[in-house]
């Protein structure tokens, strides 16, 4: 079976940093996404993370640990845009692939 | 490129009938998913396609579910008869095989009175 926790809510200020964390128990794991979702809308994709390490893309970055179980989304220079649903989701390996969500975290940035 | 698309967008129906979710996934993709939001819990997963197969379908919550994906194109989910418990907010994502990205669709918003 697989278990993904995030925490449930974040405030951050307009223009501040904020980390959001995921930690996971999955066997055969093949990678990790983040995606943001507004409120009505569909998820869209962010990142994918497969190795250990810090992937950039603008002002977004995302983290893995293979042998932790933990991801983090770091979002730079918030803007009130930002707020919305950060979904963790973790990818199960078997042939094919199989994609698990997170329960996601809600961002409310503030001015 | 066309995305993912789904039909209808809304559906209000009563509780007892038939409706029926499509998806159209992007052209060659051969992984479809379905996923289900009910208000304020997380995205759960229900089950997924490769080509015209179910590969897994450990998430469909009972027998009143029933998908399909006639052709390995375009896939419907038929809900009969409808719960109350039943709305929410069904997801529809495909990707190519060995693709590390998953597309959705803009998702129906169901709603069983």
């Known amino acids: 079976g697989q278990n993904i926790d995030q925490p449930t809510e974040m405030t951050a200020t307009e223009g501040a940093i904020v980390q959001i964390n995921c930690t996971y128990q999955?066997?055969?794991?093949?990678?990790l996404f983040w995606y943001q979702q507004h409120a009505g809308e569909a998820p869209t994709f962010l990142s994918y993370?497969?190795?250990?390490g810090l992937e950039e893309k603008g002002r977004f970055s995302s983290f893995l640990s293979r042998s932790k179980g933990y991801s983090y989304l770091l979002l730079k220079e918030l803007q009130m845009k930002d707020s919305a649903s950060y979904l963790c989701?973790?990818?199960?390996?078997?042939?094919?692939?199989?994609?698990?969500f997170g329960t996601g975290t809600k961002l409310q940035v503030i001015p | 490129e066309a995305g993912v698309t789904q039909f209808p967008s809304h559906s209000v129906i009563e509780k007892g009938q038939t409706v029926t979710l499509r998806c159209d996934p992007i052209?060659?993709?051969?992984?479809l998913y379905w996923y289900r939001r009910v208000m304020g819990k997380e995205i759960k997963f229900l089950l997924h396609?490769?080509?015209?197969?179910?590969?897994?379908e450990s998430g469909m919550p009972n027998n009143r579910f029933l998908a399909e994906r006639t052709g390995g194109t375009y896939s419907t989910l038929k809900v009969q008869p409808a719960e109350l418990e039943d709305s929410g907010v069904y997801f529809c994502?495909?990707?190519?095989?060995?693709?590390?990205?998953?597309?959705f669709g803009q998702g129906t918003r169901l709603t069983v009175v």
């Open positions: 994502a495909s990707s190519p095989q060995g693709g590390n990205e998953a597309f």
């Open positions: 999955t066997s055969g794991f093949n990678g």
């Open positions: 993370n497969v190795l250990d």
């Open positions: 989701a973790v990818i199960r390996s078997g042939g094919y692939q199989k994609v698990t």
């Open positions: 052209s060659g993709h051969d992984n």
């Open positions: 396609f490769v080509k015209e197969s179910k590969q897994d």
